[in-house]
């Protein structure tokens, strides 16, 4: 009713809108593009549609962001060359724990130029060479090690952290990264394998890391920070063994005699970290990267991302022991952008006083996996919802109409002004360009967010073994569910798939001209990927290597792709993310997972969705963590009575949540086998520290079914027919 009453209001407001683009001629760019077409973004290799390079460097993958650019250490000292004085990087003031969930911050922030920077970095190098470190070979192979040649990076993301990496750049030592959730056993194999004689860490893990030094006799120096440790806490550990030294960060920079050890630049070929993955399928794998991968991929960016030298503020946030953040912030280095040290839990209100790090810093350019997509967007959200039904009226048809007008080519300034204005505000309001990386996003939260905040928010695909590059969305390509086309400095190809099918059966092949749906595609199949950003292998793992590496250097990622008409990649599949249920019918649970996600009754911010099947099911089933405030919500306007956990177990709340996991798989293009048929209502966040989710926020599905065994067995019981 309220939507008919308005519906005068609404149609002068677009009218409005629509001339106000009309007189500004905001009009002429969409028009120059609907007759120059979208334009050819890759090449065919030898002729070959299902090999595909960046148009622009059909002849020359690119390598590096300018001349002289080689190496992360030249990246460092180019940038203290050129930007100087220039903020470099930002850490807020911590004071302390507000509530159990909220983190205070005082008024200050420090800032680091880039000159104050590389000269701590220098005197962090000529630290480690004093504590007996050496220089990594000039060729990097995958054996073990003998010489402490490496450190470690036990810490979450801070500046502490990068400087520290740019540190050991200085002086041809490697960077053996660390997840900061991972325990201490993952700590002290790190340390055994990887020879390491100094370690950075938080002050909060001093304590653990000293009562083990008897399992890790190479470790002789624990450096650790004082990020997000309050001013006034009181952290103790015992007494360290003879020949183990324990120094602040700030202590052990100041001891650095850079006229003493000089830097002794990297070559090329230096291994320059190795990383290791997530772990989301088995024991993590430590990936060899030389500096010169990560210095392509910086070329890459520089292409890709149009970023304003100079001008840029990032949000860093997200793990540097992930390769996406470390690439990211590697890229901003070398332009002169200022990066902005947080954490995820404290971008907003919801987990920082009195303001959150999006308010604080109002970044230009924020990188964020499908995860932080999906709460920012079930933020806004729930805020529209509790305003009055005029004002959710007017943002629907501002959000209906804009999404028009961006598809089209043009915005729709008076909505912006009008009724986006307080969306801005949420991420600091200057925020132009957005990534999504670390899985597939869904493409309801891509145009949500688009059109909500007014920005581009493309894609990226990577993999830690491509330091991140793989394709990257065009600035200017508005579809969704779409990877982007191939960085400049590698090249893709298909690989057919015959024993591998899509939901209709039919095996993947590179020699396909049409997708399961009917749509013209440039071949089908695994993707492999080539080029300068491609690690060669993994670290003491020669079997693992072979199996997806291969000797002409295509690397197999795994996942399952399709060209489109402009060259774009779409991941369709994983290749051994399928799951063969009773009937022998595959169904693909990480893209069930994508689009359930989506239910307002999922609560994103405790771990979202877990679909489930196997071949003694029928039918897939999930076990999902419930919104308290929609669920409330709900049961409010359906007149159901009871705390939260009354109303979780009514018959009345599984029954909408089953509903609407039903309409969101209406809306999707999943196939009638991936509808699933029961759920699992849970409460309990799914976290790193617990183990269902890995340190960058992707889903362990083994470890969630071991740690609601209960409910699992129940709600598996529903998938199976008699």
Known sequence: MIGLLLLPIKILLILIDLTITLVTFRWVKALQSYFTGTPLRTCAVDGQPYVRRDVRYRDQLATTPREGISTLYDVMKDASERY????????????????????????????????QVYQQALQFGAALKAAGCVAAPETTNLDKIAQPCRIAIFENTCAP?????????????????????????????????????????????????????????????????????????????????????VMSFDEFVKSGDVKKYPPVPPKPSTCAVVMYTSGSTGKPKGVIITHSQVVAGCASADVGFGIREGEEVYLAYL???????????????????ALCYADPKSLTTTGAYPIGALEVYSPTIMVAVPKIWDVIKKGIQTKVAAESPVKQELVATGLKWRQFCLKHGFDAPLFDKVVFKKFKKAVGGRLRLAVSGGGPLN???????????????????????TCAGGTFQAMDDMSTGVAGVAIPAVEIKLESTPEVGDKAGVPYLCTDKFDVDGNPVYGRGEILIRGNTVSCGYYMEPEKTREVFEEDGWFHTGDIGQFLSDGSLRIVDRKKNLVKLKGGEYVAL???????????????????????????????????????????????????????QQIKKTKELHDAVLADMHKEHSKSDLSHLEKVVAVALLDEPW??????LTAANKLQRRQVIETHSSEFEQVKAKGVFD
């Open 443 to 465: 493409g309801e939260v891509q145009n949500f967010i688009r059109t909500a905040f007014g920005i581009s928010l493309v894609q990226g695909y990577g993999l830690t073994e």
């Open 687 to 692: 976290t790193p520290e617990n183990g269902c």
């Open 161 to 245: 952290w990068m400087i520290a990496a740019m540190g050991a750049f200085t002086q041809s030592i490697t960077v053996t990264t660390v997840y900061a959730t991972l325990g201490i056993d993952a700590v002290m194999e790190a340390i055994s394998d990887n020879v390491i004689r100094v370690i950075v860490c938080n002050k909060a893990s001093v304590a653990k890391l000293v009562k083990n030094c008897a399992n890790m006799p190479t470790l002789k120096y624990i450096v650790y920070t004082n990020d997000l440790v309050p001013v006034d806490a009181k952290i103790e550990w015992p007494q360290p063994p003879n020949g183990v030294q």
């Open 590 to 644: 990480e893209k069930m997972e994508m689009t359930f996600g989506n239910s307002s009754f999922v609560d994103a911010v405790a771990g979202g969705i877990c679909c489930y099947g196997d071949g003694d099911m029928d039918r897939p089933v999930a076990l999902l963590q419930l919104s308290e405030p929609y669920t409330m919500k709900w049961a409010k306007e359906n007149g159901i009575s009871g705390d939260f």
């Open 319 to 337: 793990p540097l022991a992930h390769i996406m953040e470390l690439m990211a912030e590697c890229v901003m280095i070398s332009k002169g952008c």
């Open 84 to 115: 100087g004085n220039r903020p470099c990087m930002a850490t807020r003031e911590f004071i302390g724990w507000k509530t159990p969930k909220i983190k205070e911050f005082g008024p200050n922030i420090t800032w680091q130029t880039f000159l």
